[in-house]
């Protein structure tokens, strides 16, 4: 079988749920505070993915205004129990302290493009929450358990509870089934069922543990009873790169297994590639796959594991010319599906596309929790060109719109089209990063005038962890603004919050910002994202 490179989804694509229906798979993951929620790619032989749909669309479904960063949607489980397709999501409306507000959901869909159906609330005990559908037509609810005591654990075990289709609730008793092993912080739950070589059943329990950092692990264990209790593998992880400081896909952890139609199984987890020169991961969690087996002490294996390969067989050869091709992106037809915004499901409150080009109304600051015009797409590559066209008349300091590096509210740069309090229109650089934790802004350069009028150019580079802004008026040749940033702090590990605390990856867009209240517009005729293959960058896909 032909070889593919590690990850299959590169740039932010963390927590993998992956599903087939017969010759079709299908791989949810997390999108946090992005809307609209949840993505779903499509393959037909593991190796070419395509992103297909974004299920949570609707106020209805999902309503992330005020959710912190790195909170909204975690960790999706999308299933099929032969009628329907099932999608169980978290919306995290508090992750920092000793608390956590984790609201879980389940909708549905006869088709996996839609529509999907407004939500069943469950619980919120935990987060992380999966559906198992039993040969026997029970459904069950597993999900991790929180204990804000920490007794004896934070992450307290794994809850199994009967999900009841027809009431659209859980029912019975609530057990808590596993409680992982010493590594801890087990979450991540996704049940199986698969007969022995006895031909007795199992069931089948995979978890994730030691946190979504670089400890991070795949844990199996399995029962008898879909109730326990679960014994724990013999090897405890069938994943994990905590030991192999070295390795190329770290932070391996979060898995899903799925069987092709020929009998073979494959696991997909998450990981990430931090740069050489700083442990740092700027595209955030992305999706990878191995190659497993069954064995004959009826536990699976993963081939050469458990430390992830950055090469694995798979059925399909990947052809990687749309990967690398150059992305001219339109408004014609409405925001291209590359792009997300922020929390709100009200988007034409913040952004139109009207006559072709895209209108983003100034509404609160940039990193806002709540309503900010912000639309902008996954960095995929460590080295890459952006570029757009702005026509924008602001009034004031209070006013900008412009190009955007964005992680979080502490931690973006920003090229803004804005003016000084005369009204003399300026280009200026901000950024917020780790120096100020406090979401204080940085000045990198001193303010630029230009004129105020005419359409200005904006674009910036990314090499690795260098990246450099320009601009140009019209009729103009582009030029750098401002000094070389660090590209490689809008990662996982300088997202504002510490270790296993920051949950997205680096984006870049357009933005826009009205703090007087008026509403200002910001027209923008294109966006361009230019892939860049540059001699820094290892292990790129």
């Given amino acids: 079988m032909p070889q593919l490179t590690n990850p299959i989804l590169p740039g932010f694509n963390p927590d993998p749920s992956i599903l087939r229906v017969g010759e079709d798979y299908y791989i949810a993951t997390s999108t946090f505070e992005w809307f609209p929620g949840v993505q779903i790619h499509h393959s037909r032989d593991l190796a070419n993915w395509t992103l297909l749909t974004r299920p949570l669309t609707r106020k209805t479904q999902l309503d992330m205004r005020g959710d912190p960063d790195s909170c909204g949607v975690w960790a999706p489980c999308l299933s099929h129990d032969g009628e329907k397709f099932w999608l169980v999501y978290t919306d995290v409306k508090r992750k920092d302290g000793s608390f956590k507000d984790a609201h879980n959901y389940i909708v549905w869909a006869d088709n996996i493009e839609g529509p999907w159906s407004d939500p069943v609330y469950t619980n919120s005990s935990g987060f992380d929450p999966s559906l198992f559908h039993d040969d026997d037509g029970k459904k069950w609810f597993v999900n991790m358990l929180w204990d804000h005591r920490r007794r004896p654990l934070l992450f307290a075990g794994i809850a199994l509870q009967q999900f009841d289709p027809v009431a659209g609730k859980l029912v019975g008793p609530v057990t808590n089934i596993y409680q992982g092993t010493d590594l801890e912080l087990v979450e991540g739950p996704h049940l199986y069922k698969r007969n022995g070589k006895d031909g007795q059943p199992w069931y089948y329990l995979l978890t994730a543990e030691g946190g979504t950092g670089y400890d991070h692990a795949v844990t199996f264990a399995r029962s008898r009873t879909i109730e326990g209790p679960y014994q724990t593998h013999p090897d405890k992880h069938i994943v994990t790169a905590k030991d192999a400081p070295l390795n190329p896909l770290q932070r391996a952890g979060h898995g899903d297994l799925v069987d092709t139609p020929d009998g073979k199984t494959y696991l997909v987890h998450l990981s990430g590639r931090p740069t050489t020169q700083k442990r740092r991961c700027v595209l955030g969690r992305e999706t990878s ?4 087996y069954w064995g004959d002490d009826d536990w699976i ?8 390969s950055l090469h694995v067989e798979v059925p399909g050869t990947r052809d990687d010319t749309a990967y690398w091709a150059e992305q001219r992106y339109s408004f014609a037809q409405g925001l291209p599906l590359d792009f997300q915004w922020l929390r709100t499901p009200e988007p ?10 895209l ?7 940039i990193g806002s929790w709540f309503e900010q015009a912000l639309v902008a797409r996954r960095q995929t590559h460590f080295s890459y060109d952006a570029e757009t066209v702005i026509d924008f008349t602001p009034t004031d300091e209070r006013t900008m719109a412009g190009l955007t590096a964005y992680y979080s509210r502490f931690n973006f740069f920003y090229l803004a089209v804005t003016a000084h309090s005369d009204g003399q229109r300026e280009l200026l650089i901000m950024s917020s990063e780790m120096s100020h934790p406090d979401g204080r802004l940085n000045f990198p350069a001193a303010p630029v005038q230009i004129p105020n009028a005419g359409k200005v150019r904006l674009a910036l580079t990314v090499r690795g962890p260098e990246l450099q802004f320009f601009y140009a008026l019209e009729g103009q040749d582009l030029q750098p603004i401002g000094p070389v940033l660090d590209a490689s702090l809008l990662s996982d590990e300088c ?6 605390g920051s949950f997205t990856g680096a984006f870049v867009g357009l933005a826009a910002q009205d703090l007087n209240g008026t509403a200002s517009t910001a ?14 960058d290892r292990y790129e896909v």
């Fill in 348 to 357: 034409e409150r913040i952004f139109t596309t009207d006559g072709g080009k």
């Fill in 359 to 365: 209108q983003l109304i100034g509404r609160e600051s």
């Fill in 289 to 292: 796959i191995q190659e497993a």
């Fill in 301 to 308: 294996h993963v081939k050469h594991g458990p430390v992830p």
């Fill in 495 to 500: 997202g504002g919050h510490a270790e296993h």
């Fill in 523 to 536: 027209e923008f005729e294109h966006f361009i994202y230019r892939p860049v293959h540059h001699h820094t």
